[in-house]
């Protein structure tokens, strides 16, 4: 959260995940070990980031909680993944864009807020008409 103050967090493949002009970076946890998923199948392996001894896939830094991962490394990742997204957004005409999506979030937000709504008071009506057939019976 340090290293990208204004990045959004969000729920995207089933797991917490922060955005920032495009995926930054996610996290997760198995049975038998964490996962730092860099949301890029190309930067680990053209970083230059020192990941000798470190358990790495095409995009995941896996670790125990016994031996996290350095925070020194994370900060890097995160930095380096914001300058990558940055790069991309202006490259394709980014204010525009930045704005749709800022829009676009913003109106998930409203209607997911408004289906909440609509389900609790779809609830509250079924439970009250349930009571009142319960109470009617004889």
Same mark, same amino acid.
């Not at 922060?18 to 860099?38: E, I, K, N, P, S």
């Not at 392996?45 to 996290?68: E, I, N, Q, V, Y």
């Not at 913003?106 to 079924?126: C, P």
């Given at each position: 959260?340090?290293?990208?103050?204004?990045?959004?967090?969000?729920?995207?493949?089933?797991?917490?995940?922060? /955005?920032?002009?495009?995926?930054?970076?996610?996290?997760?946890?198995?049975?038998?070990?964490?996962?730092?998923?860099?949301?890029?199948?190309?930067?680990?392996? &053209?970083?230059?980031?020192?990941?000798? &001894?470190?358990?790495?896939?095409?995009?995941?830094? /896996?670790?125990?909680?016994?031996?996290?991962?350095?925070?020194?490394?994370?900060?890097?990742?995160?930095?380096?993944?914001?300058?990558?997204?940055?790069? /991309?957004?202006?490259?394709?005409?980014?204010?525009?864009?930045?704005?749709?999506?800022?829009?676009?979030?913003?109106?998930?937000?409203?209607?997911?807020?408004?289906?909440?709504?609509?389900?609790?008071?779809?609830?509250?009506?079924?439970?009250?008409?349930?009571?009142?057939? /319960?109470?009617?019976?004889?």
């Amino acid at each position: 959260r340090k290293a990208a103050p204004k990045a959004e967090e969000i729920m995207s493949y089933g797991i917490p995940s922060y /955005r920032q002009d495009g995926m930054l970076v996610g996290f997760g946890a198995a049975t038998r070990h964490c996962a730092f998923y860099v949301m890029s199948g190309s930067y680990l392996s &053209g970083s230059g980031l020192d990941l000798a &001894g470190l358990d790495t896939s095409k995009g995941t830094l /896996r670790f125990t909680p016994d031996h996290p991962l350095p925070k020194a490394l994370v900060i890097a990742i995160v930095r380096d993944r914001m300058r990558e997204n940055a790069a /991309r957004m202006a490259a394709k005409g980014g204010a525009k864009k930045a704005a749709k999506n800022s829009a676009r979030t913003s109106t998930k937000k409203r209607s997911s807020s408004i289906a909440k709504k609509a389900a609790r008071k779809a609830v509250t009506r079924s439970s009250s008409s349930t009571a009142k057939r /319960r109470s009617s019976r004889p």
